[in-house]
């Protein structure tokens, strides 16, 4: 019994009796702690954890397990969960107990998840390396002194180092994407509105989606058939009908230049690999063009700003929240209580939303933006007209070190990838599909809207003829023993 | 972008920058601003605006009642209350 496991192998394991739900997840309790500088945690719930794996060993007893009865996971720490503190990884939310749960988590707890607890993420989910977390990054199990990637980098290493088989996350412009491929686990962003948000930390409505990490494509398709689904209480989710999990038979797969071209070599070939591979497996690939890529990131520095700048208008250290002390006036309540209770990301993301929607600039930049954002949806449309999904890498690089990226500005760029389809709403994953220096490389696939069922059975079809998605880092040396065998190897 | 526009967001923001946060600010937005320049030169003829991705109409739901407030549960986590009311700086003289 361990977390390297599948969900299908820890459920037949579950369900065949060999062992219990709270064996199980004592056995991750102890994994998260052993692994505990890997900062995959921001809170763990240890007593609510052992409730309810009891109350799925009773659920099997009775012979009523669900399809998740008794199988650990983490949220993210930007899903709201009653009774235990959500901190968006803010100093703002440090002491913030939502009085009610995300419609995602209590799906999951329905299916009988055993939630272990709230996973690291970059403040508010605005960030990619997991630095901007107030709780300090999450570390890449792969190489601790590099990023999981973020803002979802909690999850992704969590999955990643089998202290969980599965975990949520939400996917703004590659927030589980690109941890998904630094950390070498699969991780599906969904079409925007085929799950639900309630309940989900707002950073930019138009764009948040929650998904899901774990290990194999099969494993994303168990999670997203009980996270999806129209909800009341989300006015911007869908009532499409359940995903269908399959795609036409050979696939078309399209390859864009502005992704392929100008590759770092070694990772355009592990890549080219893959695509190989899906080649040999019976699907065409042909190469195609989406031009306004190149103004994606630009586009969405402005649709992402001003729509966080006014979500995070809530703030205010009066009803919930961080609130500064002996303020003389209300104004200066709000002031510095957000000045104190966000960190410096945020307040970039906030004073640049705050311009692109100013008097003077509305029309130049957020109107303009969102002119550019039906260009690059329309670029991708036009692409789906000729194939059926679209292969691509995820990241410029595999996982960098942690304080690499100092200036915003490059940071931002890391999610050149990523952000078109955010844009566009369309569903899109990564898959491990190879290393580089010892450190994995994920490969993208993007689907047309609602058609995540394409990208989950290519990439299912993809595991079943490789190993990548199975390999997972040694935990258990630390990294000084690490360089210290690597140059017994190189010996 | 200067000091003066900086100082005026931060007000529309509420947010306060101490005196050593300004240089860095400055900085910093100074690049993205440059970063969110590059999609103004693009020609984007007659493309409408989109603000939602699936360009679709949101559902509107019944009008029933579905929800009730339940101020005692959502002010136990507010930094202070009393009397059913939240605490702020006096605002009125």
Known sequence: MNAHESIAELRRGLLDKRYSAVELTEHCLAEIDTSASLNCFITVARDEAVAAAKAADAAIARGEAGPLTGVPLAHKD?????GVRTTCGSRMLANFIAPYDATVVSKLAAAGAVCLGKTNMDEFAMGSSNETSWFGPARNP???ERAPGGSSGGSAAAVSAGLVPCATGTDTGGSIRQPAAFCGVTGLKPTYGRVSRYGMVAFASSLDQGGAFARDADDVATLLKIMEGHDPRDSTSTDTGPTAFRGPEPMTIGLPAEYWDNLD???GARLEAATRELEA???ALTTLSLPHTRAAVSAYYVIASAEASANLSRYDGVRFGYRAEASEDIDELYRRSRAEGFGAEVKRRILTGTYALSIGYYDAYYLQAQRVRRLIRQDFLDAFN???????????SVAFEL??????????????FTIPASLSGLPAMSMPCGMLDRLPVGLQLIAPHFEEGRILNLAAQYQRRTDWHRRHPDISIDAGSRAEREGADAV | MDRETLARLARLSQLELTPEEVGPALADLNRIVALIDEMRAIDTGDAAPLAHPLD????LRDDIVTESVDRETYQEIAPATRDGFYLVPKVVE
């Not at chain 1, 930007?78 to 009653?82: A, D, G, K, L, S």
């Not at chain 1, 304080?403 to 050149?416: C, F």
């Not at chain 2, 679709?56 to 559902?59: E, F, G, M």
């Open chain 1, 386 to 396: 000729r194939v059926d999904v679209i292969a691509a890498p995820v990241t410029p």
């Open chain 1, 78 to 82: 930007v899903f709201c969960t009653e």
């Open chain 1, 403 to 416: 304080g690499a990226v100092t200036d915003p500005v490059d940071m931002y760029r890391q999610d050149a």
């Open chain 1, 265 to 267: 070599a070694a990772m």
């Open chain 2, 56 to 59: 679709t109409d949101q559902p």
């Open chain 1, 142 to 144: 792969w190489d601790p």
């Open chain 1, 281 to 283: 497996a019976g699907h």
